[in-house]
């Protein structure tokens, strides 16, 4: 048997209806933005493997540090003590976040950052003696998996099983011409159970990359702000220099008042999170009972190894080099932004920073999972081009140092799909 075989008889594999996928590709090597399987067969990864990925695959600089962090600490816990890379990172991370960041939770992956974001909000009204229980989300928004992120998230299929046992989430629509999002929050805020207001900050990733105006965004969260409703910018798709900024809310000239951080963290290579908060936060939880405390931990919080390779991710991130590769690839996006423009099948194409995104024209809406998103996608890997289409939605989300060829070979593979669709 070969590796896809065994994977078939051991491996349950994330949104996957087993019934209907046959065997999946066992990748075996990465380097750059190629990835090769078992059989040798080589892929371009343009969407950075769930968008964690933007230095390429196996990069020396971040494994060096990895490697030299697991041979000096390699762990040890952070209840009742600290390390040296993640007071680092912490440092690090302040000096380059929205300037009222001020405290920062490390966790492990996207969802228990939006987990510890939401609690910290509920908790804190609760440590008041105010009974602010509900929180505001944008509809066909993504914060995770988890119950409380799942909760947050209005992408309903992910979710339907669960309805009744999630927290209470009222949603608005992201502000786009069609909809006054702003007056539809106002009636919102007439009540006091609001906690807080979660949102993915000018894209939503899983939605399909859908985009809103960062001057819209600014309105929502200063009537936040003036109803006392925390703020928490989901940052974990757009963070570090996807949008064509540090992070998205480096758009905005308001600061949100928590800040959710993973996926291209640690440059892809060991999964950790990030939860940044402000003064008056983190100051809500001090007090001489303990039960005021934030009573959330994670077996690997603060975990050495995963900080020093984020220390080394965000070095390489401000490199004159890196930054000079994403102004690149963002103007390389957009030019085929234009070239799409004449195409007769396609619609609404949309680019911020390094990332792309257009619709399919189709008679009928597509579901996100459904045969005709199989089909391109199923197109693109027989070609060596990993990208997964939602619904009629193609994206392209490329690592950082993808070169102007390799990416004309992705713009070609996408023309000829649209060819034969
Ligand atoms: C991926 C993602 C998450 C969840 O992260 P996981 O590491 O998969 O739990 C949350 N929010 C956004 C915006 C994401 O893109």
Redesign the pocket.
């Known amino acids: 048997m070969n590796l896809s075989q065994k994977d078939q008889l051991y491996n349950w594999h994330p949104y996957t209806q087993h019934q209907t996928t046959g065997l999946l590709p066992a990748i075996v090597k990465g380097e750059g933005v190629y990835l090769w399987d078992e059989n040798g067969k080589e892929y371009i990864d343009a969407i950075s493997s769930?968008?964690v990925n933007p230095f390429g695959h196996s990069n020396p600089i971040i494994a060096q540090a990895i490697y030299k962090q697991l041979t000096t600490l390699e762990h040890v816990l952070f209840g009742g003590f600290t390390n040296k890379p993640a007071v680092e990172l912490a440092e690090k991370l302040l000096s380059i976040l929205p300037s009222n960041q001020k405290k920062l939770f490390y966790s492990d992956?996207?969802?228990?950052?939006?987990e510890i974001a939401l609690k910290a909000a509920l908790q804190y009204f609760y440590n008041k003696g105010e009974k602010r229980t509900k929180i505001i989300a944008f509809e066909n928004?993504?914060?995770?998996?988890?119950f409380g992120?799942m909760a947050a998230s209005g992408i309903t299929f992910f979710t339907e099983a669960f309805q009744g046992s999630l927290l209470e989430v009222v949603r608005i629509p992201v502000p786009t011409a069609e909809n006054d999002s702003l007056n539809l929050l106002e009636n919102l805020l007439q009540s006091n159970d609001f906690a807080a207001f979660i949102f993915?900050p000018l894209v939503?990733?899983?939605a399909g990359m859908v985009m809103y105006a960062p001057q819209e965004l600014d309105r929502l969260i200063s009537l936040c702000k003036k109803n006392k409703v925390f703020t928490i910018a989901?940052?974990?798709?757009?963070g570090f220099g996807k949008t064509g900024k540090t992070f998205a809310c480096d758009y905005l000239n308001e600061q949100p008042d928590m800040i959710?951080l993973?996926?291209a963290l640690t440059g892809g290579t060991i999964?950790m999170?990030v939860t940044s908060f402000s003064q008056e936060i983190f100051d809500g939880f001090l007090s001489n009972d303990v039960n005021k405390a934030l009573f959330h931990g994670h077996t690997f919080t603060g975990n050495p190894t995963g900080c020093a390779a984020a220390l080394a991710a965000i070095e390489l991130l401000f490199t004159e080099e890196m930054q000079h590769n994403i102004k690149r690839v963002a103007q390389q996006q957009y030019q085929f932004k234009n070239r799409l423009e004449q195409h007769p099948t396609v619609e609404h194409i949309r680019t911020l920073g390094i990332i792309l995104a257009f619709e399919i024209k189709r008679e009928t809406s597509e579901s996100y999972y459904g045969d005709f998103r199989n089909k391109l996608y199923a197109f693109f890997i027989e070609n060596g081009i990993i990208l997964r289409p939602v619904g009629n939605t193609i994206y392209i989300l490329p690592p950082y140092v993808t070169t102007n060829e390799q990416l004309e070979i992705i713009y070609k593979t996408i023309e000829k799909a649209l060819e034969i669709v």
């Open positions: 769930w968008w992956n996207g969802s228990t950052a939006v928004g993504f914060h995770g998996d988890t992120a993915e939503q990733g899983a989901d940052e974990i798709m757009t959710c993973s996926k999964p999170a």
